[in-house]
């Protein structure tokens, strides 16, 4: 995306490292570009997708540009030089992601050129991690199972449909969803509630970076909702998700969802930061 000119360029194999370390200082506001980092690190895809600002070797900044747009802990000057880099380029992406001071920062050289094709601003997404061990009742929480995509992929299309707005289903028909839904279940990252072949909650690891594990796509099927479910689920997420997987387990959640953010909060969630999604 970004020609190697100034002091913005693609992320090379030799810088590969640096750039991985610094995502690294800040692994719970990077948790999901950091990821994306680590899993295109070695291949050709690292080059295309994210870009440093400075000595790659000390790093002033990163940026990932990707389906997502996201400053990784960027210095004031570096947001400046990736606004002027992305301004002069067509919009790949489908949102800007990241800490709300950097995006509101980023925004500033973007907002011109791509303010009129923005569906929704979601400013103020508070960044939770859980502490402690909330009290755990019984969930019937537990890693969904390879052959039960069929059971879970519905559950993941209602959930996407209500929190991005949009049909993952359109587009190629939904082939690539699934496949992340499937991947997502192979290695152990998904976890439901199901009754009678149902599922009633979902919840997945959507981002693994370091020693954080980010949630993503938490959903309560509408009519089990207001019942406790979501609130004991996510308690029991957070045991099940350190035992598997990472010892810090951190989301993001829309500040005008209140029933969320009351059960994350009694699942022992507290605020440690603040994000920002702009969507197209």
Same mark, same amino acid.
């Given at each position: 995306?970004?020609?190697?000119?100034?002091?913005?360029?693609?992320?090379?194999?030799?810088? =590969?490292?640096?750039?991985?370390?610094?995502?690294?200082?800040?692994?719970?506001?990077?948790?999901?570009?950091?990821?994306? =980092?680590?899993?295109?690190?070695?291949?050709?895809?690292?080059?295309?997708? @994210?870009?440093?600002?400075?000595?790659?070797? /000390?790093?002033?900044?990163? =940026?990932?540009?990707?389906?997502?747009?996201? +400053?990784?802990?960027?210095?004031?000057?570096? *947001?400046?030089? @990736?606004?002027?880099?992305?301004?002069?380029?067509?919009?790949?992406?489908?949102?800007?992601?990241?800490?709300?001071?950097?995006?509101?920062?980023?925004?500033?050289? *973007?907002?011109?050129?791509?303010?009129?094709?923005?569906?929704?601003?979601?400013?103020?997404? +508070?960044? =939770?991690?859980?502490? $402690?061990?909330?009290?755990?009742?019984?969930?019937?929480?537990?890693?969904?199972? %390879?052959?039960?995509?069929?059971?879970?992929? +519905?559950?993941?299309?209602?959930?996407?449909?209500?929190?991005?707005?949009?049909? %993952?289903?359109?587009?190629?028909? $939904?082939?690539?969803?699934?496949? /992340?839904?499937? $991947?997502?279940?192979?290695?152990?990252?998904?976890?439901?509630?199901?009754?009678?072949?149902?599922? *009633? @909650?979902?919840?997945?690891?959507?981002? *693994?970076?370091? +020693?954080?594990?980010?949630?993503? $796509?938490?959903?309560?099927? %509408?009519?089990?909702?207001?019942?406790?479910?979501?609130?004991?689920?996510?308690?029991?997420?957070?045991?099940?998700? /350190?035992?598997?997987?990472? %010892?810090?387990?951190?989301?993001?959640?829309?500040? @005008?969802?209140?029933?969320?953010?009351?059960?994350?909060?009694?699942?022992?969630?507290?605020?440690?930061?603040?994000?920002?999604?702009?969507?197209?």
């Amino acid at each position: 995306m970004f020609r190697r000119a100034g002091r913005v360029r693609a992320v090379r194999s030799s810088g =590969l490292d640096a750039a991985l370390a610094h995502a690294l200082t800040e692994p719970i506001t990077n948790a999901l570009a950091g990821a994306r =980092l680590r899993e295109v690190g070695r291949t050709v895809s690292v080059g295309q997708e @994210f870009s440093v600002a400075g000595d790659e070797n /000390r790093p002033d900044g990163l =940026l990932w540009h990707g389906v997502n747009l996201s +400053p990784i802990s960027a210095t004031g000057l570096a *947001l400046d030089e @990736f606004g002027r880099y992305v301004a002069a380029r067509s919009r790949r992406c489908s949102s800007v992601v990241g800490e709300r001071a950097a995006v509101e920062k980023l925004w500033g050289s *973007l907002s011109d050129q791509w303010g009129p094709a923005v569906r929704e601003y979601r400013w103020s997404q +508070p960044l =939770l991690v859980a502490e $402690g061990d909330a009290a755990v009742g019984p969930s019937g929480l537990r890693a969904a199972l %390879p052959g039960e995509e069929a059971a879970v992929f +519905p559950a993941a299309v209602a959930m996407f449909r209500e929190e991005v707005g949009v049909d %993952p289903l359109l587009g190629d028909g $939904g082939r690539s969803y699934r496949a /992340r839904v499937d $991947g997502l279940i192979h290695y152990g990252r998904t976890y439901v509630v199901i009754e009678d072949g149902e599922v *009633l @909650f979902k919840a997945d690891v959507g981002a *693994l970076f370091g +020693p954080v594990a980010q949630i993503h $796509g938490v959903w309560v099927r %509408p009519d089990q909702r207001g019942r406790g479910l979501g609130r004991t689920a996510m308690a029991d997420l957070v045991r099940q998700v /350190r035992r598997d997987h990472a %010892p810090q387990v951190t989301l993001y959640v829309n500040d @005008f969802n209140e029933p969320a953010r009351r059960a994350y909060a009694a699942a022992g969630f507290r605020q440690v930061g603040e994000l920002s999604t702009i969507l197209f």
